[in-house]
């Protein structure tokens, strides 16, 4: 079972960037595909982007593509998220997810992280 821990969330302004870890402290990391979902105050937890458990797939949210870059290391056990040009639009709890098939792309999740906040200030 994997045990997800995210980290590196925090207040940016418009047009900075930040990234996002997330580790796990449990043994079957590399069996899964992960992600990261985000959810904003009042709306629902939306997917940003998985990636393949070799980690040669990656799939993002349209609103994010091109800005944001998801990579892992399962040396490492982790994943990380790279977040270019921030908008307020991007402010919200960003969740780390691992899910045993591609289904996470549609909000199926097996493991869910603790959260980090992401503030971006106009």
């Known amino acids: 079972q994997v045990q997800l821990v995210e980290s590196g969330g925090g207040l940016v302004q418009a047009g900075g960037s930040l990234r996002l870890s997330c580790t796990d402290s449990g043994r079957a990391f590399s069996r899964y595909y992960l992600g990261w979902f985000r959810q904003a105050p009042g709306k629902e937890r939306e997917f940003v982007a998985a990636v393949t458990w070799g980690g040669g797939g990656t799939y993002y949210a349209d609103s994010v593509k091109g800005r944001f870059t998801i990579s892992r290391d399962n040396a490492k056990n982790t994943i990380y998220l790279q977040m270019n040009s921030l908008t307020p639009e991007d402010t919200a709890v960003y969740y780390c997810?691992?899910?045993?098939?591609?289904?996470?792309?549609?909000?199926?999740?097996?493991?869910w992280g603790q959260g980090t906040q992401v503030t971006v200030s106009s």
């Open positions: 997810a691992a899910e045993e098939t591609l289904l996470i792309r549609r909000g199926t999740v097996e493991v």
